[in-house]
């Protein structure tokens, strides 16, 4: 699985061996940089809330719209050389999922989350709560969409798993059950 984990695109004239630890070595930066920087904007935002104060700290907050480009711009960059299932390109399109969730952009959030969960679905076990994770996210995106027969089945995919994790009578699993008859 470790090669399908670091997929190269096939390209016609292949990136050398440097190239491509380049770009290994530029998703671990910009991975890093994205912690960081999301760490501030929490960090910031507590203790304007906490103190009152505005005036200072706003140098500093990095609004979601841009972090969201950093994402789409190191996506760009990293696309031209690994493949959309590398864990680099899964982590950046996690988070700018993340990101437009948090700005309430439930397309922009869907359109990432199911590029994420085919590769996910390969890279974790079966039954991993990840993926019922990440099943959960595209059903809710769904309904919350009118999609309702997309929502119903990624949201049983999502049930399928969590069955097999939590146990079937796991009282989240019967939250989402609910949720299924309420829409």
Same mark, same amino acid.
């Given at each position: 699985q470790d090669e399908e984990k670091l997929k190269i695109r096939k $390209?016609?004239?292949?990136?050398? %061996?440097?190239?491509?630890?380049? @770009? /290994?070595?530029?998703?671990?930066?910009? /991975? #890093? #940089?994205?912690?960081? %920087?999301?760490?501030y904007k929490y960090i910031l935002c507590s203790c304007l809330i906490r103190n009152n104060l505005f005036i200072g700290f706003l140098d500093f907050? /990095?609004?979601?719209?841009?972090?969201?480009? /950093?994402?789409?711009?190191s996506l760009d960059k990293m696309g031209a050389v690994f493949e959309d299932s590398n864990v680099y @390109?899964?982590? +950046? @399109?996690?988070?700018? +999922?993340?990101?437009?969730?948090y700005m309430q952009d439930w397309e922009g959030a869907l359109r990432y989350g199911q590029k994420i969960i085919r590769?996910?679905?390969?890279? =974790?076990?079966?039954?991993?709560?990840?993926?019922a994770s990440m099943w959960l996210k595209l059903g809710r $995106? =769904? +309904?919350?969409?009118?999609?309702?027969?997309?929502?119903?089945?990624?949201?049983?995919?999502?049930i399928a798993i969590m069955e097999v994790a939590h146990g079937k009578d796991h009282p989240y699993i019967s939250e989402i059950k609910k949720e299924l008859e309420d829409h």
């Amino acid at each position: 699985q470790d090669e399908e984990k670091l997929k190269i695109r096939k $390209l016609n004239d292949p990136p050398s %061996a440097e190239t491509v630890r380049d @770009m /290994i070595k530029y998703a671990r930066n910009v /991975i #890093e #940089e994205f912690r960081r %920087a999301k760490h501030y904007k929490y960090i910031l935002c507590s203790c304007l809330i906490r103190n009152n104060l505005f005036i200072g700290f706003l140098d500093f907050f /990095i609004p979601p719209g841009e972090l969201l480009e /950093i994402c789409e711009l190191s996506l760009d960059k990293m696309g031209a050389v690994f493949e959309d299932s590398n864990v680099y @390109m899964l982590h +950046m @399109m996690y988070q700018a +999922m993340g990101v437009c969730l948090y700005m309430q952009d439930w397309e922009g959030a869907l359109r990432y989350g199911q590029k994420i969960i085919r590769p996910y679905s390969k890279h =974790y076990p079966s039954y991993s709560l990840n993926v019922a994770s990440m099943w959960l996210k595209l059903g809710r $995106l =769904y +309904m919350a969409l009118e999609n309702r027969l997309a929502g119903v089945k990624a949201l049983k995919r999502a049930i399928a798993i969590m069955e097999v994790a939590h146990g079937k009578d796991h009282p989240y699993i019967s939250e989402i059950k609910k949720e299924l008859e309420d829409h």
